[in-house]
């Protein structure tokens, strides 16, 4: 299960309707405990993917090791990625599935002409998505 702020998906979806018609994407910054991850914050990096930016996302390595060290300095840690998928599904592709790990959330929001219609959090188990539910709070 995904436990997630308000204000940390608020941003999310603002950062994905804004990048519209390219790919967005960033790291989830919270805790895991068990089962249950739950996000305090969204850490916004840039799509290193120059070259299909409309339906390929990559994060630099650089944007990691930011990511981690402002997680770090609130005792928090990486719990997930998130990306968009313009004009496209809320559900991951083949190439979602690849580069994923397990033990992290995967938030993909569906973005048509220029406004999130729906987002959902998958995670990586046995090297299948698997549907997780999410809880917003706060």
């Not at 313009?86 to 397990?102: L, N, Y």
Request: proline share 4%.
């Amino acid at each position: 299960m995904l436990r997630i702020k308000g204000s940390a998906l608020q941003k999310i979806i603002a950062q994905a309707e804004r990048d519209y018609p390219y790919e967005t994407c960033g790291l989830l910054l919270g805790k895991a405990e068990g089962e249950i991850r739950t996000v305090f914050g969204a850490f916004e990096t840039p799509n290193a993917n120059a070259e299909r930016k409309n339906d390929r996302y990559e994060i630099h390595p650089k944007d990691y090791l930011k990511a981690e060290e402002k997680a770090k300095n609130f005792g928090l840690e990486i719990v997930g990625v998130y990306h968009s998928h313009p004009d496209h599904p809320d559900r991951p592709s083949q190439f979602d599935e690849e580069r994923a790990f397990e033990g992290w959330s995967y938030i993909i929001l569906s973005v048509s002409k220029g406004k999130v219609v729906s987002y959902r959090s998958w995670e990586l188990i046995g090297g299948k998505f698997k549907e997780e539910q999410i809880l917003v709070f706060g």
